[in-house]
């Protein structure tokens, strides 16, 4: 089994930035891609970027541009940058992992809110 847990997240206004974290522990060793789901009341859970462990990257629409995703592959750590953020950015983001490339539905974390006031 894989543990992924979250951190970084938090209340800023908009415009500002913030770097969040997910660390992986247990069988690491499954794991190809990592990525960072959003989930805002009311709406579907969106899946916001992906990173397979070559460093192949995907992004959604709404954040290009402006979020960037990178992985330590020695520390089992993957981060999500987060520049010029919006309110509508706001949600939790969950951190995923899957074990084959470009999937990242097999592993969750708990999630971490962001806030992003106007």
């Known amino acids: 089994q894989v543990q992924l847990v979250e951190s970084g997240g938090g209340l800023v206004q908009a415009g500002d930035s913030l770097r969040l974290s997910c660390v992986a522990s247990?069988?690491?060793?499954?794991?190809?891609?990592m990525g960072w789901y959003r989930q805002a009341p009311g709406k579907q859970r969106e899946l916001v970027a992906s990173?397979?462990?070559?460093?192949?990257?995907n992004y959604a629409d709404s954040v290009k541009g402006r979020f960037t995703i990178s992985r330590d592959n020695a520390e089992n750590t993957v981060y999500l940058q987060m520049n010029s953020l919006k309110p509508e950015d706001t949600a939790v983001y969950l951190c995923?992992?899957?074990?084959?490339?470009?999937?990242?539905?097999?592993?969750w974390g708990q999630g971490t809110q962001v806030t992003v006031s106007s």
């Open positions: 995923a992992a899957g074990r084959l490339f470009g999937r990242v539905n097999d592993y």
């Open positions: 247990g069988r690491t060793d499954t794991i190809n891609s």
């Open positions: 990173i397979t462990s070559g460093g192949h990257t």
